[in-house]
C-alpha cells in the first residue's frame, strides 16, 4: 500500500520569506501523479501543483515550486515571497497514474504566515 | 475549469436520522467519484469509491450499510449517512474525475453535526 508522510505537523514564515514545506512517500511503482493541495479555514480543496513522476523537471507554479527526488521518494513544497494568503493547511498526495484510483493523503502541514 | 457541487454545505439533525449529501459534476462526465472523511485536524480519508452503474467500494472500516452510496448517472452521485449518530459528525467531501489520468475535482464539502 501507498503511504504518504508530513513530518512537519506546523510551519511558520515570515511574509515575503521562503518556507520549504516536506513530505515523503512510499510506493514499489513507478509511474504515478504527486500534488500539493491547499486548505484554508474554507475547507476548500485547492490544487496547488502537481508532478508527474516520468518528469525528471520539477513542476512550478508561480511562487510555487517543487524538489522531486524520485529515488529518494521525496516530494518538497517551496514557497517564495510568503503572502497571508499562503495561511492555511497543506496537504502532499499520491496517485497512481493508471486507472482511476483515489488519493492518498498525507497527514498536513499548517502553515503559518507572519506579518 | 471542471466544477463539482456538493449540497448541502451544513447539515445540522438529530441522532438517528438519515442524512442524503449530493455530488454533481457540472460540466463534465465523472466516471469516478471518490468520497472522503475529514475529521477536525485530521487528514482526509477515502471512504468509498463510486464508479457510475455499479456498486461502490469501500475502505476497510467503512461500514457499506451505514454509509450508502449511489452513482447513477455520470453526473450525480449521493452519499447518505443512515441513522446517524454524533460519532457520524464530520465533514466530508467529494471528488469527481472523468477517467483515468484525468484530474480529481473537489467539492466544496459538507459539514455534518449530529446532536
Known amino acids: 500500500a501507498q503511504t504518504v508522510t508530513q513530518s512537519q505537523p506546523e510551519m511558520s514564515v515570515q511574509e515575503a520569506e521562503t518556507v520549504t514545506l516536506s513530505c515523503t512517500y512510499d510506493t514499489s511503482e513507478s509511474d504515478y501523479y504527486l500534488f500539493w493541495y491547499k486548505q484554508p479555514p474554507s475547507r476548500q480543496m485547492i490544487l496547488v501543483i502537481r508532478q508527474e513522476a516520468y518528469k525528471q523537471q520539477n513542476a512550478t507554479e508561480n511562487r510555487f515550486s517543487v524538489n522531486f527526488q524520485k529515488a529518494a521518494k521525496s516530494f518538497s513544497l517551496k514557497i517564495s515571497d510568503s503572502q497571508l494568503g499562503d495561511a492555511a493547511m497543506y496537504f502532499c498526495a499520491y496517485r497512481l497514474r493508471s486507472g482511476n484510483t483515489p488519493l492518498v493523503f498525507g497527514k498536513g502541514t499548517r502553515l503559518s504566515v507572519i506579518a | 475549469g471542471a466544477v463539482v457541487s456538493q449540497h448541502p454545505s451544513r447539515v445540522i439533525c438529530k441522532s438517528g436520522t438519515s442524512v442524503k449529501i449530493e455530488c454533481r459534476s457540472l460540466?463534465?462526465?465523472?466516471?469516478?467519484m471518490f468520497w472522503y472523511r475529514q475529521f477536525p485536524k485530521q487528514s482526509l480519508m477515502l471512504m468509498a469509491t463510486?464508479?457510475?452503474?455499479?456498486?461502490?467500494?469501500?475502505e476497510q472500516g467503512v461500514e457499506k450499510d451505514k454509509f450508502l452510496i449511489n452513482h447513477a448517472s455520470l453526473t450525480l452521485s449521493t452519499l447518505t449517512v443512515t441513522s446517524a449518530h454524533p460519532e457520524d459528525s464530520s465533514f466530508y467531501i467529494c471528488?469527481?474525475?472523468?477517467?483515468?489520468?484525468?484530474?480529481?475535482?473537489f467539492g466544496d464539502g459538507t459539514r455534518l453535526s449530529i446532536l
Open positions: 460540466d463534465f462526465q465523472a466516471t469516478t
Open positions: 463510486s464508479n457510475e452503474g455499479s456498486k461502490a467500494t469501500y
Open positions: 471528488s469527481a474525475s472523468g477517467g483515468a489520468h484525468q484530474p480529481q475535482h
